[in-house]
């Protein structure tokens, strides 16, 4: 099973080329399921996660946030929402979703997104979550980790597949809010990686990163609950994916990781 997360850096930038971007690659990877972050929805029914499922023949599942208005400010638009959304091969059979625990001074409507997927043989507990930036932000993350980490618990029965989590967790590695995660029975599938591969997903090569990080940073995520029997759910490999220019157009200002499961 191929499982990719990616943000999509939402209307920001040349958005719609942007758009044509990123199903050049999602259409290149053929991925089974997809995590989104920061997809936008208009107030004219257009949304950029149902675009994509149309166009890749995937299913689809949109959460919205409901406190768009900070993100609605800085691009002057308050026409246009944002949301997290799951593309998957598969139906979705079930779906719930969590807002992220925040105080009011910093909450932006932050999003968990779960969706049960009906994969043969063994249904998929699938989740994709959106945690606060900025270092100021970081006990709030944990906060938000600790909700995310009971969120998993509650819908990853019934299933032999290992609940899969992906997101934009804003965090590095060695972080305690990404620990958190870990220390609830998930594992970090990039560990599984050649050590030596590139891994940053906010990469100082990205034009649009302002200020951005030297060397780069990984803050996206697939996270893996332990193998289930014959190892399924195995983390197989672990990579980048649209990290560079398409047609000359970054497709976002977060590089996307893919990560290849065993099973289904």
């Not at 499922?53 to 929402?81: F, K, M, N, Y």
């Not at 043969?120 to 006990?139: Q, R, W, Y």
């Not at 995310?148 to 299933?159: C, E, I, M, N, P």
């Not at 998930?186 to 100082?204: C, E, K, R």
């Amino acid at each position: 099973m191929r499982v990719v997360t990616w943000n999509l850096w939402w209307r920001f930038g040349p958005w719609a080329d942007r758009q044509k971007a990123v199903l050049a690659v999602l259409r290149e990877l053929r991925p089974d399921v997809v995590g989104l972050q920061e997809v936008w929805a208009a107030d004219d029914g257009a949304n950029l996660a149902e675009w994509l499922a149309g166009e890749l023949g995937l299913h689809c599942a949109w959460a919205a946030s409901e406190a768009p208005e900070r993100w609605q400010r800085r691009i002057a638009d308050d026409t246009v929402g944002i949301g997290n959304a799951v593309l998957s091969r598969w139906p979705v059979t079930e779906r719930a979703v969590l807002r992220l625990p925040a105080p009011t001074e910093l909450d932006d409507g932050r999003l968990a997104l779960h969706a049960r997927l009906d994969a043969p043989g063994h249904p998929v507990p699938f989740f994709t979550a959106h945690l606060n930036s900025g270092d100021h932000a970081a006990a709030v993350r944990r906060e938000q980790a600790a909700a995310l980490a009971d969120f998993v618990a509650k819908y990853r029965h019934g299933t032999a597949f290992p609940p899969v989590v992906t997101g934009d967790f804003n965090a590095r590695p060695e972080s305690p809010e990404v620990r958190l995660l870990r220390a609830g029975r998930l594992h970090d599938a990039w560990d599984v990686a050649d050590p030596s591969a590139p891994a940053s997903t906010w990469d100082a090569a990205n034009p649009y990163i302002p200020n951005p990080p030297v060397p780069g940073v990984r803050i996206d995520y697939v996270h893996v609950g332990p193998p289930g029997p014959d190892g399924l759910g195995r983390v197989r490999t672990a990579r980048r994916a649209g990290d560079g220019p398409v047609d000359g157009v970054w497709p976002s200002d977060h590089a996307a990781v893919v990560v290849d499961l065993a099973g289904n």
